[in-house]
Structure formats: C-alpha cells, structure tokens
Nanobody, 125 residues
Framework: QLQLVESGGGLVQPGGSLRLSCAAS????????IGWFRQAPGKEREGVSC???????NYADSVKGRFTISRDNAKNTMYLQMNSLKPEDTAIYFC???????????????????WGPGTQVTVSS
C-alpha cells in the first residue's frame, strides 16, 4: 500500500525554524515528483515547494529564500526546512507524490496522486 506520512510540525515563534519530514512506504520516491503543499483556514490549498525526480525545484514566491526542499532517496524521505517563519505560514502542511511524466506541472496540486494526512504548523508568539 502506497503511503506518505508527515512529521515535524508544531508551534514555533515568529522567526523560528521547523523541519518537516515525509516518509514514503510501499513505493520508492526515486521516480516520483514530490512536493509540499499547505492549506490555511478558509483558504485554498497552495503549492509551497516541489522537486522533480530529476532534481528541479519550484518555490512559491512567499517562501523563496526561507524554505528549502530536499529529498533523500536512500531513506525514501523528503524534507522541508522552514526558516524565518512568519504567522502567515500557519497552515496544515501536506506532502504529495506523483509518478514522473512528460508535461508534468510541478507544483499544481491536481497533478499529485498520493497525499499524506498533513501536519499542523502554527507560527505564533
């Protein structure tokens, strides 16, 4: 059974850091495009950062320079390092994966077939 599970969320003060992890089981991430998405209350789900199977990355303008996506295929795990967190980063964060293919829209949520249950990130003093 293909499964993704996030961890690492929590409560952090503005300016702080968190590292989210997403462990995959039932399949190997090597040939998958992967991404992090978030959804705040009352807002649509948005792409935060995504990375293709070949290593190309994409970041939302709101997180550029603060967040870093990475993948460790040997551990079948992907990460999102979040620095300089702001209250507006508060949301449920989801990891997602999809088999690589031509003409794949890297950070568009409807392209992704497999999703984790999400982890809450709250940035507040």
């Amino acid at each position: 059974q293909l499964q993704l599970v996030e961890s690492g969320g929590g409560l952090v003060q503005p300016g702080g850091s968190l590292r989210l992890s997403c462990a995959a089981s039932g399949f190997t991430l090597d040939y998958f495009n992967i991404g992090w998405f978030r959804q705040a209350p009352g807002k649509e789900r948005e792409g935060v950062s995504c990375i293709s199977s070949s290593g190309s990355t994409n970041y939302a303008d709101s997180v550029k320079g603060r967040f870093t996506i990475s993948r460790d295929n040997a551990k079948n795990t992907m990460y999102l390092q979040m620095n300089s967190l702001k209250p507006e980063d508060t949301a449920i964060y989801f990891c997602a994966a999809a088999p690589a293919r031509l003409l794949f829209r890297l950070c568009v949520s409807s392209e992704y077939a497999y999703w984790g249950p999400g982890t809450q990130v709250t940035v507040s003093s």
